[in-house]
């Protein structure tokens, strides 16, 4: 999860050919993705603290399955 978050973070925000977004935005954009994932990372490692393990399971997930369906997009951004 930690790994997850970590890419999520690095890598966001990710821009479209449709809409770029400049740098100011992309700023911004990076310190809410930044807040908003060390958030449910906190929630995550909570839950599991409190033996709520389905829980912590679901927001692990969430955070590791948003990091995997970003890997291709940051890899064809790479390539170009």
């Given at each position: 999860m930690i790994g997850g978050g970590i890419s999520v973070i690095?890598?966001?925000?990710?821009?479209?050919?449709?809409?770029r977004i400049d740098?100011?935005?992309k700023r911004e954009f990076k310190r809410i993705t930044a807040r908003i994932?060390?958030?449910?990372m906190i929630l995550?490692?909570?839950?599991?603290?409190?033996?709520?393990e389905v829980v912590s399971i679901c927001?692990?997930?969430g955070i590791l399955l948003t990091?995997?369906?970003q890997t291709p997009c940051?890899?064809?951004?790479?390539?170009?």
């Open positions: 690095i890598c966001s925000p990710i821009d479209h050919e449709n809409k740098k100011e935005e994932t060390t958030i449910w995550s490692v909570l839950s599991m603290w409190r033996r709520m927001i692990s997930l990091a995997v369906l940051v890899i064809s951004r790479r390539k170009n």
